[in-house]
């Protein structure tokens, strides 16, 4: 089945101590994105990446960190996690072309206390 | 700067009675307008995509239409499995996706 695979679900943190969020898509896109989601905001961009090595700031890139090494994986990385950082998470994967549609992983609440 | 807003920001129905959600957006160079679906719980979820003003697509109970300004996400005779948050995106220069903040439907029997 195709599909985007993101872990954990749910997490629940201190500020300050490091954590990765995985994302995984098993469809071959070229294109991967990280979004966060707020009431009332939409879903606003973190972090792009149009292939492997190759990442991109979106419109809130501070406090976090991605790395795609592999084309599957693209993990989100929170370095110093602070309580503004509480939020849903959502990886998302596409072909990366012209009206290619994103394909949603499930989500992942984290809260920062 | 980029812009999408929605309205409503939410939206009660009864069974059967149609209705219409907005996306009014203000972009440089739109390369594509999305609607995507989202259950609670879950991620969005593709419905269509709108290239050119004039454009309509369709899917069973819904249908989307573009203009130069604003694309309505038309609902006709709603089922309580339709209850969802209805998003939409714009694809600007550059392929930069800017999202609105959705429109909660609400389809009661």
């Known amino acids: 089945e195709a599909q985007v695979t993101q872990n954990p679900r749910y997490l629940i943190t201190v500020t300050g101590k490091k954590l990765t969020v995985t994302c995984s898509q098993n469809?071959?896109?070229?294109?991967m994105s990280w979004y966060r989601q707020d009431p009332g905001l939409g879903l606003r961009q973190i972090y792009y990446?149009?292939?492997?090595?190759?990442?991109d700031k979106g419109d809130v890139p501070e406090g976090y960190k991605v790395s795609r090494k592999e084309k599957r994986n693209f993990p989100l990385i929170l370095e110093s996690p602070s309580p503004n950082q509480t939020s849903l998470y959502f990886c998302a994967s596409s072909f990366g072309r012209l009206g290619s549609p994103l394909h949603f992983g499930n989500g992942t609440r984290l809260t920062v206390t | 700067e980029d812009q999408v807003t929605q309205s409503p920001e939410a939206l009660r129905l009864q069974e059967g009675e149609s209705s219409s959600l907005n996306c009014s957006y203000t972009v440089s160079g739109l390369r594509g307008l999305f609607w995507y679906r989202q259950d609670p719980g879950k991620g969005p979820e593709f419905l269509f995509t709108?290239?050119?003003a004039g454009e309509e697509k369709e899917k069973e109970r819904l249908k989307a239409t573009l203009t130069k300004k604003e694309s309505f996400l038309h609902i006709t005779a709603p089922k309580p499995e339709d209850s969802a948050t209805y998003l939409c995106a714009v694809q600007a220069e550059g392929n930069k996706l800017v999202f609105g903040a959705g429109t909660i439907l609400r389809v009661k029997s």
């Open positions: 469809m071959n896109h070229e294109y």
């Open positions: 709108l290239y050119s």
């Open positions: 990446s149009m292939n492997v090595e190759v990442t």
